[in-house]
C-alpha cells in the first residue's frame, strides 16, 4: 500500500519568510496530493492540492510542486503570517480514492 | 450548506468496552471516511463508505467497524476498547463525482481509562 512520508515535523519560521514542507511517497499508482491544515482544536481544511498529470500550482502565497519521477511534492508558503501557524499534513491517494497522509508538519511563524 | 457533524463531540470510556461515534455528511454527499488521529501519527484511514457500502479499508483490527445509512450518515463502533485507541476520530464526507475533495468534521474526541 501507500506509505507517505513528511518533513520536517516541526517548522519554525520567522515572519515574512517563506516555509517549505517536503513529502514523498511510495506508490507510483497515486494520482492526487491534496495538503490540509489544521488549527489548533480545529478539524482539517483543504488548502491545496495537484494532480499527477501537473507539476506546479499555485494559489496566492501557496504553491505545491510534484516530481513524479522522484516521487516527491512540496508545499510552499511565501511571505509567512502568524496565521500561517498550524499543523499541515500531506496526503496522497490512489484511483480509488484511498487516502494516506504524512505525520504532519508544526508550523510556527514567530513575529 | 451546514457542514460535516459528528456526535458526540467528546467521550470517555473504560478498557472492554465499546463505544459508537456517528457522522453526518454534507447534504448531498454520500461518501464518507473515517480516520484516527493520534499525536504523533498522523491521520490514520479507517474506511470508507459509499451508498451503503464500505469502498476502502484501512489496517486496523476488526474491533473497528462501521456502516453507512442510507441517508448517508455512518457509524463507527469500536469494541473491546483499548488504551491505545484514545484519539481523536474525524470522520469526512466527499460529493458525488469529486471523492477526493473530503470535508471533515469537528471530529470525536475519545478517550479510553
Known amino acids: 500500500g501507500e506509505n507517505v512520508e513528511q518533513h520536517p515535523s516541526t517548522l519554525s519560521v520567522q515572519e515574512g519568510d517563506s516555509a517549505v514542507i517536503k513529502c514523498t511517497y511510495s506508490?507510483?499508482?497515486?494520482?492526487?496530493f491534496p495538503w490540509y491544515k489544521q488549527e489548533l482544536g480545529k478539524r482539517p481544511q483543504l488548502i491545496i492540492d495537484?494532480?499527477?498529470?501537473?507539476g506546479e500550482k499555485k494559489d496566492q502565497r501557496i504553491a505545491v510542486t510534484l516530481n513524479k519521477t522522484a516521487k516527491h511534492f512540496s508545499l510552499h508558503i511565501t511571505e509567512t503570517q502568524p496565521e500561517d501557524s498550524a499543523v499541515y499534513f500531506c496526503?496522497?491517494?490512489?484511483?480509488?480514492?484511498?487516502?494516506?497522509f504524512g505525520a504532519g508538519t508544526q508550523v510556527v511563524v514567530t513575529p | 450548506k451546514a457542514g460535516v457533524t459528528q456526535t458526540p463531540r467528546y467521550l470517555i470510556k473504560t478498557r472492554g468496552q465499546q463505544v459508537t461515534l456517528s457522522c453526518s455528511p454534507i447534504?448531498?454527499?454520500?461518501?464518507v471516511s473515517w480516520y484516527q488521529q493520534t499525536p504523533g501519527q498522523g491521520l490514520q484511514f479507517l474506511f470508507e463508505?459509499?451508498?451503503?457500502?464500505?469502498?476502502n479499508k484501512g489496517n486496523f483490527p476488526g474491533r473497528f467497524s462501521g456502516r453507512q445509512f442510507s441517508n448517508s450518515r455512518s457509524e463507527m463502533n469500536v469494541s473491546t476498547l483499548e488504551l491505545g485507541d484514545s484519539a481523536l476520530y474525524l470522520c469526512?464526507?466527499?460529493?458525488?463525482?469529486?471523492?477526493?475533495?473530503?470535508?471533515f468534521g469537528p471530529g470525536t474526541r475519545l478517550l479510553v481509562l
Open positions: 469526512a464526507s466527499s460529493p458525488v463525482g469529486k471523492k477526493e475533495t473530503q470535508y
Open positions: 506508490d507510483s499508482a497515486s494520482n492526487y
Open positions: 495537484i494532480r499527477s498529470n501537473v
Open positions: 496526503a496522497a491517494t490512489d484511483s480509488w480514492g484511498k487516502f494516506q
Open positions: 447534504s448531498g454527499h454520500r461518501s
Open positions: 463508505y459509499f451508498s451503503e457500502t464500505q469502498r
